[in-house]
């Protein structure tokens, strides 16, 4: 860890409040610099994973064309572009690809739209407290 600030005065407003939380102190200069420095690192590497699920990217090709790309920030954006591309689902010539953060999170395939079928909870078995799935398609199984 680098040492960024050396006295508790040079730490911004923006993290003192996340730090008095973390530490569960009420004054700043009672939590020891070197914690100060390594709760704002933490958040700073957690903003920063943040971000990157914030990037999309719509992969497609029409079936006499090369692969194209388009990147957006935001799934809002990603979908409208995906429902562009797919003309509303009418054009069934086109294969696309919705991917955040370099995952594929949504298909298009010949006029059908495929969802990821995968679950965090499956493999668990009901001892876990996982009794059934849920897919992103609502089949329950």
């Keep these: 860890m680098m040492l960024r600030y050396y006295e508790h005065k040079e730490i911004p407003q923006e993290f003192r409040r996340a ?12 939590v020891p610099i070197e914690t100060c420095n390594q709760i704002i690192e933490d958040i700073e590497n ?16 029409y ?9 957006t920030q935001g799934v809002w954006d990603a979908n409208i572009e ?14 696309a ?4 953060a370099g ?6 395939v010949k006029g059908r739209t495929i969802h990821d079928n995968s679950s965090i909870y499956e493999g668990l078995g009901s001892s876990h407290g996982a009794e059934r799935t849920v897919y992103m398609t609502n089949e329950v199984r």
């Excluded at 730090?19 to 009672?30: A, M, V, Y």
């Excluded at 957690?46 to 090709?61: D, G, I, P, S, T």
């Excluded at 690809?97 to 955040?100: C, D, G, I, M, T």
């Design 63 to 71: 079936a006499t064309g090369p692969e194209q790309s388009i990147f």
């Design 97 to 100: 690809v919705l991917l955040q």
């Design 103 to 108: 995952r594929p999170i949504r298909g298009y």
């Design 19 to 30: 730090i008095l939380d973390q530490s569960g102190e009420n004054r700043i200069h009672k």
């Design 82 to 95: 995906l429902d562009r591309i797919t003309e509303y689902g009418e054009n069934k010539s086109v294969t």
């Design 46 to 61: 957690w903003e920063a994973e943040a971000q990157k699920l914030q990037e999309f990217e719509v992969r497609y090709q």
